[in-house]
């Protein structure tokens, strides 16, 4: 019987789904980037022109209201670690720094944004950051953001196009100038 019974509860223990991976959080408040991909960290191609507005949802994963600041910051690696900078530091991704209360299991839809352009060489960093205060202590947690060069059309390809573009309209100009001559020719 004591088998039957924990032959249960192990089974049990092996079907009952997991919570989805979370980011990163602190006082009970997480940051989880939404898409496809890593759930633990943003994977975003910066657009060479234009903004780019990146989802993700902020929770309160305990059963009582709690608050917290959420900022973007720059993050530069140092050596095996990472050293988050200021709010609003980053000079590629913006989310205004601000204070949001979540009542309990609070599930709330967020957006930071993205600048367009030509990054550096090398790899280029940011974060979201969580800020927790409890009395004199303020904790803090980041989600990375990692940056890499948006898709863009390769010069040859781009040179094809622009090739056959000016040989469909020459093609054209004479199509239509022999077309001017059997006219006039005729009549």
């Known amino acids: 019987m004591r088998r039957t019974a924990l032959a249960l509860l192990l089974a049990a223990g092996l079907t009952v789904p997991s919570a989805p991976a979370l980011a990163a959080g602190t006082g009970g ?3 989880t980037p939404l898409g496809e991909g890593n759930p633990t960290s943003f994977r975003v191609e910066v657009p060479s022109r234009g903004d780019l507005e990146v989802p993700f949802v902020v929770s309160n994963v305990v ?4 608050s ?3 900022y973007a910051a720059a993050v530069e690696r140092q050596g095996e670690s ?3 900078g200021d709010p609003g530091s980053s000079r590629w991704v913006e989310l205004a720094d601000q204070q949001v209360t979540l009542e309990a299991g609070e ?3 967020l957006a930071f944004t993205v600048r367009g352009g030509d990054l550096p060489d090398g790899e280029v960093l940011a974060a979201v950051v969580v800020e927790v205060q409890n009395g004199a202590v303020v904790q803090r947690a980041s989600t990375l953001v990692r940056l890499s060069e948006g898709r863009t059309v390769p010069l ?3 040179l094809v196009v622009v090739a056959v573009v000016l040989l469909l309209t020459a093609a054209a100009a004479v199509a239509e100038s022999a077309r001017r001559r059997r006219a006039r020719g005729a009549g």
């Open 82 to 84: 990472f050293a988050v």
């Open 29 to 31: 408040i997480v940051v």
């Open 156 to 158: 040859p390809l781009l």
């Open 107 to 109: 599930v709330r839809d």
């Open 63 to 66: 059963e009582e209201p709690r």
């Open 68 to 70: 917290a600041r959420l």
